[in-house]
């Protein structure tokens, strides 16, 4: 058997003839930027986190920068961030001429570790991004005290979280502001990129609905030196039919991932906490291992796809080199980096492919 780690057919197999009329719809009005179907999936994925406002952009990068713009963060200042996470998280804040402040993850969440943020605050210091890693909830209660306690921004790098609740809030709606990726390997994915910015900010969402459009809320009048970031109408439309089904996709990721954590009994693996299930969204199931490279050939061999979420953490980057960071100085990062395995995960795998996973693992 050959089990891929991410296969888009199911899911788009079901919505096939809703995408077509999507696709129609836009393609006979006759009008592809800043419509009416941008305007609708704004207020429709607002409703659905419990924001006020909804400001699509060209991608999640983008929303992250566009946040850090909207709150005048830039040279000279300092924006937290957790030393495990897709390097996109620092980027946004390079990209405003700030400064990128590294914090370590907890070991067990892999998300940020509340109790050494405090440590990391400097005057200079102006928001903390928080991400969502992997689908699993940040511990935002401690963030939200620390934000308010050194009055800084909490931003939710909310990426890979589409409809992850924490407690009973809907993940987007926790901080000032969050930013989401429509990257087609998402929760919640377009076939193509995208990205927006949730916010109960009414200042806020005014400057960046006008930042993404060259700074302009009305034509050839530029309030602010704006960048080119918008969300096509069609990728919109195809949002809205996708968006119908992100509960009932959410809830197969996560019986997929009780499946594993029940039955996946290696003790050279170390799974998700069981606690974890309900809380994330499971945009990719991690598993640590001290011998990763064994496994995920061995994996390969019996036809099993995995990925590593990911294998250089950011103070060792390349891009990153100028922080003047070196081996050793983030160990719980690097220790993440260098035994962390993602295992497939995809809306609609069978029984038979999720038992033959576990399988060829309790056998390894």
């Known amino acids: 058997m050959r089990v891929p780690f991410l296969n888009f057919e199911p899911m788009h197999s079901e919505i096939r003839d809703e995408i077509i009329e999507a696709f129609k719809r836009v393609y006979d009005k006759n009008w592809f930027i800043l419509g009416e179907s941008v305007e ?5 994925f607002s409703k659905y986190c419990n924001t006020n406002y909804c400001i699509s952009c060209g991608n999640g990068l983008d929303a992250l920068c566009l946040i850090l713009r909207g709150y005048d963060i830039g040279k000279g200042d300092e924006v937290i961030v957790p030393s495990n996470t897709y390097i996109a998280t620092a980027l946004a804040v390079s990209n405003v001429g700030a400064k990128v402040v590294l914090v370590e993850p907890d070991i067990k969440t892999f998300n940020i570790d509340g109790n050494k943020i405090e440590e990391a605050i400097t005057e200079r210091t102006k928001a903390i ?9 940040v511990d935002a209660d401690k963030v939200r005290e620390i934000c308010k306690k050194f009055n800084l921004k909490f931003i939710e790098d909310a990426a890979q979280a589409h409809g992850a609740m924490y407690k009973d809030e809907k993940i987007g709606s926790l901080g000032d502001a969050a930013g989401f990726s429509f990257y087609p390997g998402k929760n919640l994915g377009a076939l193509g990129d995208g990205g927006a910015i949730l916010t109960n900010d009414i200042i806020l969402a005014q400057k960046v609905r006008a930042l993404r459009n060259y700074g302009s809320n009305i034509k050839y009048h530029n ?9 096509d109408e069609i990728q919109a439309e195809f949002l809205i039919v996708k968006l119908r ?8 990721r996560q019986r997929i991932a009780r499946i594993y954590i029940e039955k996946i009994n290696n003790s ?5 906490d069981a606690n974890s299930v309900k809380d994330s ?13 064994e496994l995920q050939q061995y994996l390969k061999d019996k036809g099993i796809g995995t990925l590593i979420h990911y294998p250089i953490p950011l103070h060792l ?3 990153y080199k100028d922080l003047g960071y070196k081996v050793g100085d983030f160990p719980i990062a690097e220790e993440i980096s260098t035994t962390v395995l993602s295992l497939p995960m995809w809306y609609g795998m069978s029984e038979d492919e999720i038992n033959y996973i576990i399988d060829v693992l309790n056998q390894w």
């Not at 991004?129 to 909830?137: D, K, M, S």
């Not at 089904?245 to 197969?252: A, I, V």
């Not at 050279?268 to 998700?272: A, S």
Request: no cysteine; charged share 20%; glycine share 4%.
């Open 129 to 137: 991004i928080a991400v969502h890693l992997y689908g699993r909830p």
């Open 223 to 231: 309030e602010y030196v704006g960048v080119n970031s918008r969300l």
């Open 268 to 272: 050279k693996l170390i799974l998700p």
């Open 317 to 319: 980057q390349q891009a």
């Open 245 to 252: 089904y992100l509960y009932k996709w959410n809830n197969d």
């Open 40 to 44: 609708n999936f704004e207020k429709n």
């Open 281 to 293: 969204i499971w945009h990719v199931f991690p598993v640590r291992t001290e011998y990763r490279t």
